[in-house]
């Protein structure tokens, strides 16, 4: 048996007490019959208390609190009458207590002789035909009177039943030599025989008079009455005379009473119980140290405790006071009750009637004595008080907890004082073991298969009814999935077994391999009343599987299939077809699922196709491998969805321009400037052009329905030699029909190709009439005529200047030319300018006249006040140039990457959004330009000639 350290709350030590007494002369006792008694209190509040008993009627019915064979014997007048006045908080109490001697004239032993107060009422409400006046409504007392006589019933609720009590300092506090007063007692059907004409209620309480009273046996009973707010002057005003009406009952097989007389033993009965036979275990599962009855007789032997668990009564703790054997050690017994099947109902416990003191016995190895207050640290609370007499071997203490102080009180028992016995049941719950189950074993199973195993469901808390069994491992069930437990109020037999059950745990068919814990869940109502935890291995015959190169992204434009290799082996001896597919896929991307069939040890690769729709989301996901019974073995491989490519069958592509007919690409088919209108993804015009060579300067650019305007040079000389160089002019409608002017070198210049033409067909172009002379805006119309717009402007071989910009409306013209930013307004020829900004170089110009650039990895915009501002959300773009603002929504900007990309940034609210049309190594984005619908068209580059495409993207 295991003892632990005693952990008993504890308390201070009693304090003094005193109390007036008077002993009247003691006289012959005369029998008294069964029934009804009336104690009468005469002289309250005049230093000379009389109290007189007598008998009231005749009979006593049966009872719980069985009858009290007649007669017994109780003395007319008392064997001491003793009354004392506290006062508290201004509000004064007159205790009156009451000793009469009371004998067993029977030849039975009386068991457990309780005297409980009685509330009569008249039956009819004719007093004339009422042996006695009733008791004051809800109270055992009647007759209640002031000192002149007059009715006081008014008062009766100040007179307050209770145990004998003593002085502490000024203060009362209950007297454990007095006879206990018990609370909540059963007496529901004591029914003694009232006087004529009234009722008789036994109230639920009274005085533990005897818990054996032998035949002809004696015992002082003594009654205590608290008469509350009493006038210490004046005890006119207050009740001087009453009577207490009572009756006698025994309780011979049970009660919730008690003993401490044998500190080594406990002995009593527990109220209430229903459990059968049971055991008492000095600690949980252990052996049974005594036995509690079917009647709840309870009959327990503490054994000596050994050496090993014994320990320190005070370990790390400082005292304040006096310790006569320090090195004493000390124990202390658990007392769970279980069933004789061992399951665990609950505990028992002792208390001291009518307080709130709890008891408990404690084993000491010596004789010591401790007194004082002791502190330690590693407790809770970290204060104890103590008042201990311990003897060697078992005693008796008494412990609480004050809060008021914060701090455990402990005290020895004085031995007699009656004890009550209570059992807490246990949290109802169910603790289940597979006793076939090695310890720390793990349990083991295949897919599709079970095994069985012995289950024993102990009831803890005497749980009984349906539960319901299952895991928290999808695929693992239990059968039964139900169990019903037996109620334990029955159980009485010696040889009782604990509920077994043949318990099956299978594995489902489709159940992917597992090895981790798993809980067999015990639920009653939907609520969880217990588990059974263990390590679970679930064998499943499988296909390994791993996507071949999952090191390098794949890259699946929309409305394309692409092949992924996937390498399969038999694992566990799987045999048969396999289902193999890629999961994890966005919206519009799908998978085909390949069967491949496999024997035992058995590889293989499979291709699955990936396949996305036109319209599938853009950006990257990971497709990893899925399929009946298969496991992916490696991470998944990153997949790109990329932007539609609609192929164009030029060499190489260079420059393209959006118009509401089509994209016009302009580029080279074996080696002759060709230019191609794709439309809807398809080719729908091709134009080449013969320039002196495929280096030759070239300005390209077409009008918003379509037409195609080059300027361009061409060998005017039909002889091979001299090659005579002019400029031309080449207007292409959409069926192909052209027109062309031609010009001589001086009248374009040596910069034509840095020209851009307006929306009314216009050329604009910077020329230059002498090296060392002004630069000149110039404008030449579609019927060939050239007006000089500017002659003023700085030298072009003095201020670098890059390729006119036009606005997406080809409205507003700019170029960048010594140190200013010009604008030209192309309806009227007016010309602006404003200092242009140092290290940013304009790139786009929107239809609003605002330049976009980059600098320093940042775009930034200048307006036509010569303004510059960052565009928000476009930070650390390096190696982007800058396409344009959106022309549908010009809160969006877009941006060309210098290798594979195009960025989309919302200037509002910074959102950016990256896409990709493949690695860099193998497509680059050559130029874009923007939608007249929205969006942008991108021409791309692949890493071998022919392998030029677009994407529209939005």
Known sequence: MNYSRVAWPVLAGLLASCASQTTPTVTTPAPAQ?????????????????????????????????????????????????????????????????????????AQTQSNLVLAPVITADTDGNPANNAQAPTVAGTPFRDVRFFDGSDASSAASQLILTQGKTLQGTQPALNPAQTPYFESLDTSTLTPAPPAGLSATVMKSGWLAAQKLAPGASVDVTFAVDLRNVDVNDSRAQPYSFNLLFTAGQDPTASTVGSSTDAGSIQGSISG????????????????????????????????????????????????????SPGMKTSSPYLPVYSLQDDYLGEMSEAIPGSDWQVGRLYSDSRAVL??????????????????????????????????????EMKSVTPGTPTRLSFTLAEKGVYLTLPDQP???????????????????????????????????????????????????????????????????KAADDMQAYSGPVNIIIR??????????????????????????????????????????????????????????????????????????????????VNVQLSATREADLGTFTARVGGTKVQMMSPGVPVAVTPLQSPVNLDQGSQVITTTQGTWVMGVQGGTRTFVRMLNGAEVQREMISTVNTYSPI????????????????????????????????????????????????????????????????????????????????????????????????????GGTGSLLASTDRKTLSFRLGGQDYFVETATGAVSSIPAVSSFTPEALSNDGVLFGTQGGRVFQVNRSGQQSAVYGTENLYYFNVVGVDLIDSNILWLRGSYSGIARVNMVTGERKDIQFGPSSSVRVVQADLNAGGGITALLEGSAPGMSSLSILK
């Open 371 to 408: 007194k004082g207050l002791a502190s330690c640290p590693n407790s809770l609370p970290s204060r104890s008080a103590f008042d201990l007499n311990l003897q060697q071997g078992w005693n008796v203490v008494q412990w609480q907890y004050n809060s008021a102080s914060d701090r455990l």
């Open 439 to 505: 310890p720390y074993s793990s349990l083991s199973l295949r897919a599709g298969e079970s095994q069985s195993f012995n289950a024993v469901f102990r009831q803890n808390g005497a749980i009984s009814g349906d539960i319901t069994l299952d895991t928290d491992v999808p695929g693992v069930t239990i059968e039964p999935s139900a169990v019903t437990l037996p109620s334990l109020a029955v159980q009485s037999k010696l040889n009782a077994q604990a509920l077994t059950r043949s318990i099956t745990i």
């Open 273 to 324: 119980w229903k459990y059968g036979q049971a055991k008492l275990t000095g600690e949980y599962g252990g052996a049974a140290i005594g036995m509690v009855g079917t009647d709840g007789a309870v009959n327990l032997k503490l054994p000596t405790p050994d050496s090993i668990q014994l320990r320190a009564l005070l370990q790390d703790c400082a005292l304040d006071g006096t310790f006569t």
């Open 524 to 605: 009653q109502g939907g609520q969880e009343v217990g588990r059974y935890s263990a390590y679970l291995q679930v064998v499943v015959p499988y296909v390994s599987a791993y996507i071949l190169d999952t090191y390098n992204t794949r890259y699946l434009s929309q409305g394309s299939t692409q092949s992924i290799p996937v390498s399969v082996s038999s694992q566990n001896s799987f045999s048969g077809p396999a289902s193999i597919t890629l999961t994890g896929l966005p919206a519009g991307v799908t998978a085909s699922t390949e069967t491949v069939t496999l024997t035992p040890g058995a590889n293989a690769t």
């Open 34 to 106: 069964g029934g009804l008694y009336t104690l009468s209190f005469q002289g309250i509040g005049s230093g000379n208390t009389t109290v007189t008993a007598q008998s009231a009627s005749r009979r006593l019915s049966t009872q719980t609190l069985a009858d009290v064979p007649e007669p017994l014997g109780i003395e007319r007048t008392p064997v001491a009458t003793s009354t004392f006045v506290t006062t508290k908080d201004g509000v004064s109490t007159r205790h009156i207590q009451v000793t009469f001697r009371v004998t067993n004239t029977t």
């Open 699 to 798: 300005s390209f650019s077409a009008a918003a329905d379509g037409r195609l305007l080059v300027v361009y040079n061409v060998d005017a000389n039909p002889d091979p030699y001299p090659v005579q160089i002019e400029s031309a002019i080449v207007r292409i409608g959409l069926d192909g029909t052209r027109s062309q002017q031609q010009y001589a070198p001086e009248q374009l210049g040596n910069f034509m190709n840095l020209g851009a033409f307006d929306s009314a067909g216009n050329f604009w172009f910077l020329r230059l009439v002498e090296r060392s002379a002004p630069a000149e805006l110039v404008r030449l119309d579609p019927a060939g005529t050239f007006t000089t717009v500017r002659n003023d402007l700085p030298n072009l071989y003095g």
